[in-house]
């Protein structure tokens, strides 16, 4: 069993920065591929970013390239989503998940943390 516990959220002007951590724990593998998710009001949760554990690869969704940096500290087991240049449509719950590299569904997920961006 895997347990991911996000770091609190926060209210941010648009333009604005905010860095959330997840801390893992529990019976971690490097084989595993942390992803960040994130769900709006009204809508469908959707795909954010994601890490690779064990060689740091990383892939984003369209909406936050080059605004939204995931990256890793093995020696904490927290897994980063720096987020720079926030919209108000970045205003959503924010997820912590993981899975194994060679599965397709993530099969373990934080609480969430909410992320409210202000005009």
């Known amino acids: 069993q895997v347990q991911l516990v996000e770091s609190e959220g926060g209210l941010v002007q648009a333009g604005g920065s905010l860095r959330l951590s997840c801390a893992v724990s529990?019976?971690?593998?490097?084989?595993?591929?942390m992803g960040w998710f994130r769900q709006a009001p009204g809508k469908e949760r959707e795909f954010v970013a994601a890490i690779n554990w064990s060689d740091a690869s990383t892939y984003y969704a369209d909406s936050v390239k080059g605004r939204f940096t995931i990256s890793r500290d093995i020696a904490k087991n927290t897994v980063y989503l720096q987020m720079n240049s926030l919209k108000t449509e970045d205003t959503a719950v924010y997820y912590c998940?993981?899975?194994?590299?060679?599965?397709?569904?993530?099969?373990?997920w934080g609480r969430g943390t909410q992320v409210t961006v202000s005009s």
């Open positions: 998940a993981a899975k194994y590299s060679h599965t397709s569904d993530y099969n373990y």
């Open positions: 529990g019976r971690t593998s490097s084989n595993y591929v």
